[in-house]
């Protein structure tokens, strides 16, 4: 047997998302594109006689941070150390880069060995929109790049400019001109996701939401109180937690913005 470990290809991207998708983390169907435009080095597989059989997702954002997700090794191949070997290259791509992961509750503390330090849980909601009237207008990248540098670790437009476009919807609540928060949604194996959401206050997330209709999903920071009990309050149901963890100095971000996070595999 011989392992080969190297950066995928677009379509083994889609495969590594397809492999999410049988794992149930419902990945957007256009997942691909914009993920390989954030950093087209920063998926990688291994490899047994040209057939994949694990995967990592290590996006460098910037010299100065990445971020660690899409990790899975195929059920027909694990206990062989193929996980660990694209875990391994992923870290040595980010190199000395601050890094975060979105945890499940499971290996927290093995990521915690490895020197990542939690930093806040996310709760994800499952409900059904009504779209309502709003004052959440259509929104491009230009309009909102600055709001999304303010609430994201890194400054990611290349990123940014792959994940605007349809079928994902971005839209953006203004106040005298200036961007108060945006939101995007986009189509996913069931219903759709939003991130990310970020936004001023409550009232201006719920804001943009009332833009959007049909089953979604939102991955929530828990000190979201506010919105979290009005997402309750219309029929939203909690679902599995994560943790955001960092290695290297924490970001530092206008926290109380972000109500939606972008994805659990990009951040």
Same mark, same amino acid.
């Given at each position: 047997m011989t392992r080969v470990i190297r950066r995928?290809?677009?379509?083994?991207?889609?495969?590594?998302?397809?492999?999410?998708?049988?794992e149930g983390w419902n990945p957007g169907l256009g997942d691909a594109l914009p993920f390989q435009a954030a950093d087209p080095d920063g998926f990688?597989?291994?490899?047994?006689?040209?057939?994949?059989?694990?995967?990592?997702?290590?996006?460098?954002?910037?010299?100065?941070f990445g971020f660690i997700g899409l990790y899975i090794c195929h059920r027909n191949w694990r206990g062989q150390g193929h996980g660990k070997a694209v875990w391994d290259a992923g870290?040595?791509?980010l190199g000395s880069r601050t890094i975060g992961l979105d945890g499940v509750p499971e290996q927290q503390a093995n990521y915690?060995?490895? %020197? #990542? @330090?939690?930093?806040?849980? &996310?709760? !994800?909601?499952?409900?059904?929109?009504?779209r309502q009237t709003s004052a959440a207008l259509p929104a491009e990248l230009e309009a909102v790049a600055g709001y999304d540098r303010a609430c994201f670790p890194a400054e990611r437009r290349d990123f940014l400019k792959a994940w605007l476009l349809?079928?994902?919807?971005c839209h953006a609540v203004l106040a005298s001109g200036a961007v108060r928060g945006y939101s995007v949604s986009r189509p996913c194996v069931e219903g759709y996701k939003i991130g990310p959401l970020f936004a001023d206050t409550a009232e201006v997330a719920l804001?943009?939401?009332?833009?959007?209709?049909?089953?979604?999903?939102?991955?929530?920071?828990?000190?979201?109180?506010?919105?979290?009990?009005?997402?309750?309050?219309? %029929? #939203? @149901?909690?679902?599995?937690? &994560?943790? !955001?963890m960092y290695r290297g100095p924490a970001p530092r971000l206008e926290q109380h913005r972000v109500f939606g996070i972008t994805s659990l595999e990009l951040g």
């Open positions: 995928l290809e677009p379509d083994e991207i889609q495969t590594l998302l397809d492999w999410a998708a049988a990688i597989g291994a490899f047994v006689d040209g057939s994949m059989v694990a995967g990592i997702s290590a996006v460098a954002y910037d010299e100065r870290m040595a791509h915690g060995r490895m %020197g #990542f @330090v939690q930093t806040y849980e &996310t709760v !994800r909601l499952t409900g059904t929109l009504a349809p079928p994902n919807r804001k943009l939401l009332g833009a959007m209709s049909g089953p979604v999903q939102i991955d929530v920071p828990v000190q979201q109180v506010e919105f979290i009990d009005a997402l309750r309050g219309q %029929g #939203f @149901v909690p679902g599995f937690m &994560t943790a !955001r």
